[in-house]
C-alpha cells in the first residue's frame, strides 16, 4: 500500500486520505502515511488545506529518498 501511496504521488504531486481511500482503495491511509513518515525510506512533508465548506484537511506530498 505505501507503494501505491508513493506511485500516486509520483504521478500527481500529492495525495489527500481522502484519495487515498477513495481511488487507491487503502483502508487505512492515515496509518499507512504515518508509517512512511518515520520510515528513512521516505520523506513526507503535508500542508493544511480548506474545503470548499471551510473543512481542514492535510495533503501530503512523500518522496522516496
Known amino acids: 500500500q505505501q507503494k501505491k ?3 500516486y ?3 500527481n504531486g500529492s495525495i489527500t486520505i481522502r484519495e487515498a ?3 487507491l482503495k487503502i483502508n487505512s491511509p492515515s496509518k ?3 508509517e ?6 521516505y520523506e ?3 500542508v493544511v488545506e480548506h ?3 471551510g473543512a481542514p484537511y492535510k495533503r501530503y506530498f ?3 529518498v
Open 51 to 53: 474545503s470548499h465548506e
Open 62 to 64: 512523500i518522496k522516496a
Open 44 to 46: 513526507v512533508e503535508s
Open 9 to 11: 504521488c509520483f504521478l
Open 36 to 41: 512512511m513518515r518515520h520510515s528513512p525510506l
Open 5 to 7: 501511496i508513493l506511485a
Open 21 to 23: 481511500f477513495e481511488r
Open 32 to 34: 499507512r502515511i504515518s
